[in-house]
């Protein structure tokens, strides 16, 4: 959080003018002049290195242009980083400043049941949940980001037919679950307050039944062995996952 030089109200990096008095943020236009003056320096530096190597064909030449090639990429490369740290922290900012309209879009995809929807909206927006207006989404947000990757090396496992990726999958899948499970433990939440704990507790319900309904149709686990997954160890899941994994491969 920055401070306005003229009145010394707050100000975030992406406000342009300071909302108390109007005036020009001034460190914003000079991240702005900042990165076009290195980028117009980066791309004239370019071209002269280029211009050099297509008049001398010398070896000691190359060998140079190729360490002030790797220089500058290694220049831009820390710039770039630097650019999406910023990047990022702006739209953490406006995540919490439009936290009304997103909260209702995030609570309507849970209703829906749209928990692919749900967790690209969070890591679309930088939502973040800690020590933010969104901490009492943070128990919702681990387990919706573990169910879709649970799915996503379910369906790479059944789909693919490439046997290297097939494998990789049902390995990385079991290791996936146990995380999922892991998440919905109450107590790693008991410290946040404001939780919809009704909304929360259906839509966790129903990403269960859509993990046993799978790991019955396409792992071909029992429907008693699925309904009591969440209480296995994680070896007796990893044998039921690779006993199961057979029949997909065959």
């Not at 693919?160 to 990726?165: P, Q, R, S």
């Not at 996936?176 to 109450?186: A, E, G």
Request: hydrophobic share 30%; proline share 2%.
């Amino acid at each position: 959080m920055m401070k306005c030089p003229y009145c010394g109200s707050p100000l975030d990096l992406d406000d342009n003018f300071c909302s108390h008095c109007g005036k020009l943020n001034e460190q914003v236009r000079q991240h702005v002049n900042d990165m076009n003056r290195y980028q117009s320096e980066f791309n004239e530096t370019r071209e002269e290195v280029y211009e050099t190597t297509r008049r001398y064909k010398g070896t000691s030449v190359r060998v140079v242009v190729i360490a002030i090639l790797l220089i500058l990429n290694v220049i831009a490369a820390i710039v770039l980083g630097q650019s999406y740290s910023i990047i990022r922290s702006i739209r953490q900012s406006e995540s919490e400043r439009h936290y009304n309209e997103y909260s209702a879009l995030l609570d309507g995809y849970l209703e829906a049941g749209d928990y692919h929807a749900f967790s690209a909206f969070m890591q679309e927006h930088y939502i973040y949940c800690y020590d933010s207006k969104y901490e009492s989404y943070s128990q919702i947000k681990d387990v919706a980001y573990q169910y879709v990757t649970v799915y996503e090396y379910l369906m790479g496992a059944v789909v693919t037919e490439n046997e290297y990726f097939k494998e990789m999958n049902s390995k990385n899948l079991s290791g996936s679950l146990s995380y999922y499970y892991q998440t919905q433990d109450p107590e790693r939440y008991s410290y946040i307050e404001g939780i919809d704990r009704e909304l929360y507790v259906n839509a966790i319900a129903d990403m269960n039944s859509r993990i046993e309904q799978m790991l019955v149709s396409y792992c071909h686990i029992s429907p008693e062995d699925a309904a009591c997954f969440v209480e296995y160890s994680d070896a007796k899941r990893a044998i039921l996952l690779e006993e199961g994994m057979e029949h997909v491969n065959e």
